[in-house]
């Protein structure tokens, strides 16, 4: 199975902030490597797919990059609606693994 | 405008048989593969499995042996099945279909608890 490591777990950070967060598969998997976003209750949300691909009705604010093993999913601003946790997925291959998760608190 | 519904029982005993399935309305059912994916309380997201119309089927390695993943295409629907289910099976169980679009059912508190 192909492991994926998030970091950090989870951060605090303000309104405004550029916020970071890594993602790290055990093996290459080319840019097969999806972000999603979930919050408290609902189901997840495609953010990012194909590393860098801008899923459709999602703010530019957002960006994926990476290839590789090495993965970042960048907030250039936060925003109130950005308080979240975020998952990283490979699908290069099966099973499709999640990393474990970054939560995104309000500072 | 695709959409996914989900059911199923939602209180287990220790050893009883989880069963959920997935209905999805609207868009081609043929040509994807179709996924469930669950989430214990306060945890992450685990991928059990997918299938596509054909039936062909992936499972993870850690719950394979008692997991069974099913489809209709009569009906546009696919199933899920968790056998001798225990305590550390409980999650809301999630049906998707995962892609450069993602569309997700709306989720089902599964309780195992004797």
């Known amino acids: 199975d192909i492991q994926m490591t998030q970091s950090p777990s989870s951060l605090s950070a303000s309104v405004g902030d550029r916020v970071t967060i890594t993602c790290r598969a055990s093996q290459t998997i080319s840019t097969y490597l999806n972000w999603f976003q979930q919050k408290p209750g609902k189901a997840p949300k495609l953010l990012i797919y194909t590393a860098s691909s801008l899923q459709s009705g999602v703010p530019s604010s957002f960006n994926g990059s990476g290839s590789g093993t090495d993965f970042t999913l960048t907030i250039s601003s936060l925003q109130p609606e950005d308080f979240a946790t975020y998952y990283c997925?490979?699908?290069?291959?099966?099973?499709?693994?999640f990393g474990q998760g970054t939560k995104v608190e309000i500072k | 405008q695709v959409q996914l519904q989900q059911w199923g029982a939602g209180l287990l005993k220790p050893s009883e048989t989880l069963s959920l399935t997935c209905a999805v309305f609207?868009?081609?059912?043929?040509?994807?593969?179709w996924s469930w994916v669950r989430q214990p309380p306060g945890k992450g997201l685990e991928w059990i499995g997918e299938i596509n119309h054909s039936g062909s089927a992936n499972y993870s390695p850690s719950l394979k042996s008692r997991v069974t993943i099913s489809v209709d295409t009569s009906k546009n629907q696919f199933s899920l099945k968790l056998t001798s289910v225990i305590a550390a099976d409980t999650a809301v169980y999630y049906c998707?279909?995962?892609?450069?679009?993602?569309?997700w059912g709306q989720g089902t508190l599964v309780t195992v608890s004797s």
């Open positions: 998707a279909r995962l892609g450069r679009q993602d569309y």
């Open positions: 997925q490979q699908t290069y291959s099966t099973p499709r693994t």
């Open positions: 609207g868009g081609s059912f043929s040509g994807y593969y």
